[in-house]
């Protein structure tokens, strides 16, 4: 059954491709993916599946679904397509959507005798605005059993976990005077963004090691002779864990309101994401990894234990899910860099679309020919729950 999968996605490759250098050559940003989410859900239908176009607040999403039979396992196939402002496909997001379409017709096509029940969904905006976080609380994914995600790297691997996240904007209003002549009248809010970031300073000691805190200043609070009447400041939280993040909120917005307090200014604090870290699914991680090895993958490696934010693990944190990463790029290459830009329609990068849906495709077909897979995973994904 794995080597027939091999053949119907092997099938697809020219139209794959060029899905894939358009997504690439054309890259659209921040909810706004027209057309790539419009040749993708074209695909989709062509292929025989119900397409849902535009879901709640996302024009740019969509939903997929093909069934056979009562019942059985909902797998989800998730993909994205959105690029970075300034450098175009950085991160290699134009491949995901090609890749699950593959693997979705594959699937569709094989000839599975048993029931079960395709769900494919197109999520936009995973740089910006997470929207994968904001269809969860819709009530979308909650129609799969699995979570099955792919993307390029430099090495051909899973990961263990990501670091959770969650992003502020603070804008502090102080009042405007000479700072010559009459500094008494004024009362600087670039004093209170300063004091701001040196509590994060002092915070730094007193927080768990894989705690992450970043800041910037968002515009200039103006001329060396006026006392500042406004300044904005950007603040990124991170760790592993979305339990010892949230106590690091706590009391990043302690900070926050001291630091008005001294500078005797106001403050809006807005949090503009919160992404939750990764629940591992160790059970899955090993059948993924094997059926990309089956599929002769390039660069296979160890499991990735330092990751970045993403708004997938939303969705893992709800049930076991994992994203096969397939190499493309020399090992040590970082995404969101040119690199990824000027692989991206090489042959590497063109594999890369096949391997990912070959190994994801021999997942499923593991889980749909071995009814006691899908529930060992669930107990793992559970255990992991429980200790994250």
């Not at 059954?1 to 139209?15: C, V």
């Not at 995901?96 to 395709?118: M, N, R, T, W, Y």
């Not at 897979?373 to 559970?382: A, G, H, I, Q, T």
Request: glycine letters at 10%; one cysteine or more.
């Amino acid at each position: 059954m794995k080597e027939k999968l091999y053949r119907l996605i092997d099938a697809q490759r020219g139209r794959l491709f060029e899905m894939a250098d358009y997504i690439h050559d054309h890259p659209e940003y921040d909810g706004e993916e027209y057309e790539a989410s419009a040749m993708l859900e074209e695909y989709l239908e062509q292929n025989g599946f119900a397409v849902e176009r535009g879901l709640k607040g996302w024009p740019t999403a969509f939903r997929a679904v093909y069934s056979q039979g009562e019942g059985g396992p909902r797998i989800g196939l998730l993909c994205e397509y959105d690029a970075l402002r300034g450098l175009g496909h950085g991160c290699g997001h134009h491949m995901q959507g090609p890749c699950i379409c593959a693997v979705a017709a594959a699937l569709k096509d094989a000839g599975f005798e048993q029931p079960f029940s395709l769900v494919v969904y197109g999520t936009p905006a995973e740089e910006t605005r997470s929207a994968k976080v904001s269809m969860w609380e819709d009530g979308y994914f909650r129609d799969m059993d699995i979570a099955l995600m792919m993307h390029g790297g430099p090495d051909t691997c899973v990961d263990e976990k990501s670091l959770a996240l969650s992003n502020y904007v603070v804008t502090f209003k102080g009042i405007g005077a000479h700072a010559a002549l009459a500094p008494d009248k004024g009362r600087s809010a670039l004093d209170a963004l300063l004091l701001a970031f040196n509590g994060i300073e002092f915070l730094r000691e007193h927080v768990r090691e894989d705690t992450r805190m970043h800041y910037t200043i968002t515009e200039s609070p103006g001329p060396t002779n006026v006392v500042p009447s406004r300044a904005i400041g950007e603040f990124s939280l991170r760790s592993y864990s979305r339990e010892v993040l949230d106590d690091v909120c706590r009391r990043f917005e302690k900070i926050i309101a001291g630091a008005a307090m001294m500078a005797d200014v106001d403050y809006e604090i807005y949090k503009e994401k919160s992404l939750d870290n990764k629940v591992p699914c160790y059970a899955l991680n090993d059948v993924i990894m094997a059926n990309a090895a089956a599929c002769g993958a390039p660069g296979l490696g160890p499991v990735r234990k330092k990751t970045g934010s993403t708004d997938f693990g939303n969705v893992t944190n709800h049930m076991p899910g994992c994203c096969i990463r397939v190499k493309f790029v020399p090992a040590g290459t970082s995404s969101h860099s040119q690199a990824f830009v000027d692989a991206g329609k090489t042959e590497d990068g063109h594999n890369a679309i096949v391997y990912g849906a070959k190994t994801l495709a021999g997942t499923v077909c593991d889980i749909l020919s071995d009814s006691a897979l899908l529930p060992k995973m669930w107990e793992d994904f559970r255990e992991a729950k429980a200790r994250a």
